[in-house]
């Protein structure tokens, strides 16, 4: 059954007439006869009583009319709807974000849906390794998360800033007024870091151990909020990216070399069709 064969079926009960509804739809009188044919074919029931050249419903084509009827209306809802997508007025996006992206993250959402307030938008925060499993399974229409470079085949990466790790310590600190601060003093600091899932930690476990160095890791915490309390206690530091310190009563100290600045990427599936909405989202995120 095709859109086409319910609008000439339309046309027919209207005009009552195969050869007027044919000029209607501007088709040949035998084209509009065969497609009728084919759709009551379809269905098992005739639709109209053929008395010669005159045509006339039957009871199932003044049934199935209403219906006919519902399925054009909605064809064509639904392309106004399409129509709105593309002009970013309905719609839904779905995005995972790392906590260290949280606070430049707000900025760009807070803009987005100001701007299109009629796209839905979901957001949830996880570590990097929560989030990719996500993504695989379509659950996202992209990412925002640590990677420093481009893994997966099937992915799609996005450079989109790179994060100089700082060493977060209470403000009323002595080590505070330290403009850097070396990863070999880090490792003799009481520390408490993100829980092990992170992303983060496992960075700085791989740093720590190529230069041979044991941490005194005293606490991991999966709450960066928690944490942030935690070091303004003054007696633990904590280690984060920099676009994560936002809480006036801590400072976040670079930490010295090279290899301490992270890739925050923007991954999504290459498979995936692209939403509109998605790609205005990708825009206002790089015009920071």
């Known amino acids: 059954m095709e859109l086409r064969q319910l609008r000439y079926f339309l046309q027919a009960k209207e005009l009552l007439n195969f050869t007027e509804a044919a000029k209607a739809v501007n088709i040949s009188q035998s084209t509009l006869s065969q497609q009728i044919k084919q759709l009551e074919d379809e269905l098992n029931v005739p639709l109209f009583n053929r008395i010669g050249k005159r045509i006339t419903l039957t009871e199932a084509g003044m049934l199935f009319?209403?219906?006919?009827?519902?399925?054009?209306?909605?064809?064509?809802?639904?392309?106004?709807?399409?129509?709105?997508?593309?002009?970013?007025?309905?719609?839904?996006?779905?995005?995972?974000?790392?906590?260290?992206?949280?606070?430049?993250?707000?900025?760009?959402?807070?803009?987005?849906?100001?701007?299109?307030?009629?796209?839905?938008?979901?957001?949830?925060?996880?570590?990097?390794?929560?989030?990719?499993?996500?993504?695989?399974?379509?659950?996202?229409?992209?990412?925002?998360?640590?990677?420093?470079?481009?893994?997966?085949?099937?992915?799609?990466?996005?450079?989109?800033?790179?994060?100089?790790?700082?060493?977060?310590?209470?403000?009323?600190?002595?080590?505070a007024q330290k403009s850097t601060i070396s990863l070999q003093e880090v490792a003799g600091l009481p520390l408490a870091l993100p829980f092990s899932g992170y992303s983060t930690i496992q960075f700085f476990e791989e740093s720590f151990s190529q230069q041979n160095l044991s941490p005194n890791i005293c606490m991991e915490i999966n709450d960066i909020p928690t944490l942030f309390e935690i070091v303004k206690s003054g007696y633990w530091y904590t280690i984060l990216s920099e676009t994560s310190v936002n809480d006036p009563e801590v400072v976040g100290i670079p930490i010295d070399g090279e290899n301490m600045r992270r890739t925050i990427m923007i991954i999504s599936l290459k498979d995936a069709y692209e939403k509109k909405a998605v790609k205005k989202f990708y825009e206002m995120l790089t015009e920071r």
């Open 65 to 175: 009319s209403e219906y006919a009827v519902q399925s054009i209306n909605k064809a064509a809802e639904g392309l106004l709807l399409l129509q709105d997508l593309k002009n970013l007025n309905t719609g839904k996006i779905t995005i995972g974000v790392i906590y260290s992206m949280r606070i430049l993250f707000a900025k760009t959402l807070i803009r987005f849906a100001q701007q299109y307030p009629k796209i839905k938008i979901q957001v949830v925060f996880g570590t990097t390794k929560d989030l990719l499993e996500k993504l695989n399974a379509h659950q996202f229409d992209f990412i925002l998360t640590f990677q420093e470079e481009a893994k997966e085949p099937h992915l799609n990466y996005q450079t989109l800033l790179k994060a100089t790790m700082v060493l977060v310590t209470a403000k009323k600190s002595p080590l």
